[in-house]
């Protein structure tokens, strides 16, 4: 099952643009994780956020979390051409399952 | 870091056989491995769960004697496509969780093609 839909699905920037994906979910959540996939391989793990955080930053990587609205963002500043790749969030609930949300294809071109 | 592997990393087969894909935690033990399927440019679907010493988990919609999952040791977990068919085909990845409120690690995937 599908537990939540990204916006948008595709995203196509310069080289030094910032870079921002949405991510919304459904039922309640212990924690939210971004993930990146590069073409045809295994995903990734960027950051985690917890339910009771607001906001993290990892890098280049500032994640949002809002749980009245049952949303997160990712924004990645400063894009780079190896930044393209797909990008997804996943949600963390009572069990270890991991459900992933629909992704983002973010293309940046040099 | 911790690390998942897959193998095999891609396998043609052809229509009614059986394929097996491996994934192995390297360095750390894992009693929950996780497998999910990935059509094209679409995203990660959570097939089943697999537990170490006992029977996996799956997901609804998916056939547990079609994709048979066994999870002997605290390292390997193994999914089998049994009479495998062109609509099987898809990409197959595994992941495991090292340490709580973590995030997961993936293997590097599986790409099937059954002809």
């Known amino acids: 099952s599908q537990q939540g839909e990204e916006d948008p699905q595709a995203l196509s920037i310069q080289e030094g643009e910032n870079a921002t994906m949405n991510c919304s979910y459904k039922?309640?959540?212990?924690?939210l994780q971004w993930y990146r996939q590069n073409s045809g391989r295994g995903l990734v793990h960027l950051i985690l956020?917890?339910?009771?955080?607001r906001e993290k930053h990892s890098g280049r990587l500032r994640v949002t979390l809002d749980t009245s609205k049952k949303s997160s963002s990712l924004l990645i500043t400063a894009s780079r051409a190896a930044d393209t790749a797909s990008y997804f969030c996943a949600t963390g609930r009572d069990t270890d399952k991991l459900i992933f949300g629909t992704g983002t294809r973010l293309q940046v071109f040099p | 870091g911790a690390v998942v592997s897959q193998h095999p990393s891609w396998v043609i087969c052809k229509s009614g056989t059986s394929v097996k894909i491996e994934c192995r935690s390297l360095d750390f033990q894992a009693t929950t491995m996780f497998w999910y399927r990935q059509f094209p440019k679409q995203s990660l679907m959570l097939m089943a769960t697999s537990n170490e010493g006992s029977k996996a988990t799956y997901e609804q919609g998916v056939e547990k004697d079609k994709f048979l999952i066994n999870h002997a040791s605290l390292t390997l977990s193994t999914l089998t496509v049994t009479s495998a068919h062109p609509e099987d085909s898809s990409f197959y990845i595994c992941?495991?969780?090292?340490?709580?409120?973590?995030?997961?690690?993936f293997g590097s995937g599986t790409r099937l093609t059954v002809v």
């Open positions: 956020i917890r339910s009771n955080e």
């Open positions: 992941s495991a969780r090292p340490k709580a409120e973590r995030g997961y690690t």
């Open positions: 039922t309640s959540i212990n924690n």
